[in-house]
């Protein structure tokens, strides 16, 4: 059966969604993957309390989610995943989880959720439409919004497998906490790719709050 090829609204989503995005499935899967993210999720989430749900923008096939879940046997886990392929194997290994196989850009929802995770999708994104991605990670947590991404103090663009215009560092968290009022900074932290034991691809991640206003 042909593959249904969807255009959307930028060069990044359609590279992400067909045969590029197809080969990241391979590269980026299997135990040590597995360990290593409960590690480092246990570390990202310590300060967390009480979280039962959580979106995830940009799952791929649900490594991430699979650590949550055994840190969180309870979790109601909800997925936005851009490629087919990657989001019908989530599908298939974590059954019970609610999957969105669209763009970011697309998604739409209001549902609010405990914990709302992005990691090493915000690099890949055309800059341009940032802020739109922005504003929907933080309008759909009602408690904690984790950043997991290549940091960088100012936007620099770097060549990634032979390809231009493909992965872009930043302050990513930062500019959430500039753009809104009702987050704050709670924790944040580096995992290095050299780690003995439980390496990740040299990830700053930051955990940020929502603010309770008391009327």
């Known amino acids: 059966m042909e593959k249904q090829i969807v255009k959307f609204s930028t060069e990044q989503e359609n590279f992400w969604a067909c045969e590029f995005g197809d080969d990241y499935i391979n590269r980026n899967k299997g135990s040590k993957l597995l360990a290593s993210n409960v590690h480092f999720f246990s570390n990202c989430l310590k300060h967390c309390d009480n979280i039962k749900s ?18 969180f046997p309870e979790l109601n886990m909800s997925a ?69 991404e290549y940091y960088n103090r100012t936007p620099v663009t770097i060549p990634y497998r032979g390809h231009n215009d493909r992965l872009f560092k930043r302050d990513f968290a930062g500019e959430i906490l500039d753009a809104s009022h009702d987050l704050e900074l709670i924790d944040y932290g580096f995992a290095y790719h050299r780690d003995n034991n439980f390496p990740q691809d040299d990830i700053s991640w930051f955990l940020l709050k929502k603010i309770i206003v008391v009327r």
Do not use: R, W
């Open 80 to 148: 936005i995943e851009i490629n087919p392929l990657a989001a019908n194997i989530l599908k298939n290994e974590i059954p019970k989880t609610t999957i969105y196989n669209l763009s970011i850009l697309d998604f739409k929802s209001e549902e609010k959720h405990d914990l709302v995770l992005i990691k090493g999708v915000l690099i890949h994104l055309n800059p341009e439409i940032l802020n739109k991605v922005y504003k929907k990670l933080t309008e759909s947590t009602s408690k904690y919004l984790l950043i997991c």
């Open 54 to 71: 959580v979106l995830e923008f940009g799952s791929n096939i649900g490594m991430n989610l699979k650590a949550l879940q055994i840190l």
